[in-house]
């Protein structure tokens, strides 16, 4: 194999010439008293990465003809831990408008069509306003309160009687 030397790596005095900084620098440490070890590396986890150049115990994989079974060579036979991450729920608040909707009732838990009726609102009166001030006056502003599409629509649950929601048009 040409390119690698005979045996391993001469002893390496530990500083190089880039202000001072030891090469390799030290491998890290952990500590997990609720896992049993402190200090060093964790049990069962090689720490391939800083083996090498004037460090007992080194070998070339490539030079033994042998490879890492596992990426960067770490020991994948333990159990992993799986954690549970739960969303909290949102409540989807439906869009009520002129027809009647699908829904579950807040109040009694069935699963209803909305039953629905109209109001006077906001709109029907803006309209019997205007309908007066520009000059109707002999009784044709009270023509938006017979009109369905400018009153609000009231949505009830057909079980319970309950008003789930209501459309307001304005």
Not at 13 to 32: E, Q, R
Not at 98 to 119: F, I, M, S, W
Request: aromatic content about 12%; glycine content about 12%; overall charge neutral.
């Amino acid at each position: 194999m040409s390119g690698y030397p005979a045996g391993p790596p001469p002893p390496y005095s530990g500083t190089n010439d880039m202000a001072g900084a030891a090469y390799p620098p030290p491998a890290p440490t952990y500590s997990d008293p609720s896992k049993g070890y402190s200090g060093g590396l964790p049990p069962n986890q090689p720490y391939y990465a800083w083996q090498g150049y004037g460090m007992s115990g080194y070998s070339d994989p490539a030079m033994s003809g042998g490879g890492y079974s596992q990426p960067y060579g770490g020991d994948y036979s333990h159990s992993a831990t799986t954690v549970a991450v739960t969303q909290p729920t949102l409540a989807v608040t439906q869009m009520f408008r002129e027809l009647p909707v699908r829904c579950k009732c807040p109040h009694c838990q069935a699963d209803v069509q909305t039953g629905t009726h109209y109001e006077t609102g906001t709109l029907t009166w803006i309209l019997c306003a205007v309908i007066f001030i520009v000059g109707f006056f002999c009784g044709c502003c009270f023509i938006p309160f017979c009109i369905d599409s400018a009153k609000d629509v009231v949505h009830t649950c057909p079980s319970c009687r309950q008003q789930i929601g209501r459309y307001n048009r304005l």
